[in-house]
């Protein structure tokens, strides 16, 4: 079964990576279209609610790390 909190993080991961969608329309970089394919996909694989965070917290980060 699902979790109450691991749904609301859910809800919030994709709150994010529908701005990281409009952002990459907007500046066609592709790292920020892989970094939101990851984003979109890998919740329905992973369900503990720490990795999760953490590799969300991973993909969001590294655009603008590669960016520089």
Known sequence: MFD????????LFSSIW????IY???DQNYIILISWL???IYPYFITN??????????FL???FIIKR
């Open 4 to 11: 109450t909190n691991l749904l609301i993080v859910w809800l």
């Open 18 to 21: 529908m701005g990281y969608f």
């Open 24 to 26: 990459w329309k907007k």
């Open 38 to 40: 990851i984003l979109m």
């Open 49 to 58: 609610i720490y990795i999760s965070i953490t590799i969300w917290f991973i």
């Open 61 to 63: 980060v590294i655009p």
